[in-house]
């Protein structure tokens, strides 16, 4: 069965600490892995997928195919990363994308 | 705005009507999904579109359920007979097949089954 999992609702912070937002997968094949994010008042948004091997507003994410993991990491929490936070997932080619639980990061001054 | 627009806003409907909502996607994308969210939890997934063709349906989505796109481009999710557990965000979102897979969100359209 195809399931995201982010084990996680609530992750509070201080600014500048280390953020850490845990996804884990189960898929039978070769899934693309993606993180959405929702910033209050605002529509859900694409924040970095794992083909693009990106960085976005300091976030970087790594497939890890042997521990079926998608963590999405910062050094440096801000504020204004202050959002909910979603992983996700879809087959290679494309298709429906299945949604994690999300969590809620909060950054506190 | 040239965004995915999802109509109506907010709909609050008695127990057993039927509403229907629309989602208007971003003009050149062939890829429309439809999503249910209740609170606290991800969106689930309906359904989706590629241009007018229905390529899959949640295969937990009630008989009562239906979506259309008659033209490849807007859409319209109808749910028959509603009822409080529909309460929920609806939530629409388009995508170009060939940037697999960015998906645009709409607002949504908020329901509240009394």
């Known amino acids: 069965a195809q399931r995201v999992t982010q084990p996680e609702k609530l992750l509070s912070v201080f600014k500048g600490a280390p953020v850490e937002l845990k996804c884990n997968y189960s898929?039978?094949?070769?899934?693309?892995l993606f993180w959405y994010v929702q910033y209050s008042r605002q529509r859900l948004q694409l924040l970095l997928r794992?083909?693009s091997r990106e960085s976005i507003k300091g976030f970087t994410a790594d497939l890890n195919k042997g521990e079926t993991s998608f963590h999405l990491k910062k050094p440096f929490a801000q504020e204004e990363d202050s959002a909910m936070y979603y992983c996700?997932?879809?087959?290679?080619?494309?298709?429906?994308?299945?949604f994690g639980q999300g969590t809620e990061l909060s950054v506190k001054p | 705005d040239t965004g995915v627009s999802q109509n109506p806003r907010h709909k609050i409907t008695k127990r057993g009507q039927n509403v229907t909502f629309r989602c208007d996607p971003i003009?050149?994308?062939?890829?429309l999904y439809w999503y249910r969210q209740t609170l606290g939890q991800g969106p689930e997934f309906l359904t989706y579109?590629?241009?007018?063709?229905?390529?899959?349906k949640s295969r937990l989505l009630s008989d009562r359920f239906s979506a259309e796109r008659p033209k490849g481009s807007f859409s319209t999710l109808e749910i028959q007979r509603t009822e409080q557990g529909d309460s929920a965000m609806y939530l629409c979102?388009?995508?170009?097949?060939?940037?697999?897979?960015?998906?645009?969100f709409g607002s949504g359209t908020q329901l509240s089954v009394l």
């Open positions: 979102a388009s995508s170009l097949t060939s940037t697999n897979e960015k998906l645009f």
């Open positions: 898929y039978s094949g070769s899934p693309e």
């Open positions: 794992h083909i």
């Open positions: 996700a997932l879809t087959r290679a080619g494309g298709g429906k994308l299945i």
């Open positions: 003009s050149e994308h062939n890829r």
């Open positions: 579109f590629q241009n007018e063709a229905q390529l899959e």
